[in-house]
């Protein structure tokens, strides 16, 4: 069933003040609809919210639910909730347009029913979406991100340690945000042996050698290392984790709010 949030815009091309001003409202608003996961809600008002969403064709979209939040004498709310998969449709003044969507239909598809059996699973999943909402920009298309986050919730809902699907979709996000580091060679000297630090400055991996010119930096271990470099016979994924996780926090300027959730500073730090 699909849910009618607000009015649609035929209605909206009946109110007086377009008509008096002149123009039709209709010709400057546009209607997308598209597949999309839940990535944040935050409260506007008592009966709307902000959502932003992850859309496949459009990239993210951030747009407000008018009575999404509860129900009012008028109308029925419409729970949207976090992290699921439905089809969007929303209205927005044109494409690309900074400003704020708004919500038209949301149909639910599916839930990852699994991401709320553990706590571990849930973070790990709040996480990825943090960082998604966070390090992508409104309307810049990245359907093989989209992929790769779906991909992600479904092995984190089914996972008994789900740290290691955060890993898969860290490096996945970085790939598509253009941010990815490289762990192949030393990024002052070039070499690609004695690589025993990360620099998030230097965009990848510092050699011993040159290590103690450098100031920002963290040691990194020889699986994690491994991992990094693409081997998934590697048994590290706290420190690959953690390495990503420094990496985005320096993209972003601050760590991510889930990171301490998924993984402890105290186990951050581990060198393994
Ligand atoms: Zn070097």
Known sequence: MIHPLTP???QTTNQPTS????FSYHTRMAVFTDTAIVLNRIDFSETSQILVFM????GKVRAIGKGTKRSTKKRFAVGIDLLEVGYLSWSSKHERSETLAT???WKQIRMFGGLREKLSRLYSAQYVAEITARMTEDWDPHPELYDALFASLLDIGNAEEPVDAVVQYQLALLNATGSLPRFDACQRCQRSNDLSHFSSFEGGM???HCEAGQVEKREIGGETLRRLQGATSSTARIGPFSVLNYHISHQLGREPMLAQKVVPSSKQ???E
């Open 206 to 208: 510092i050699c011993r």
């Open 55 to 58: 859309s496949k064709e459009h």
């Open 8 to 10: 649609r815009i035929s």
């Open 103 to 105: 919500l038209t239909e």
């Open 269 to 271: 730090r581990l060198v």
């Open 19 to 22: 008509r008096r001003l002149g």
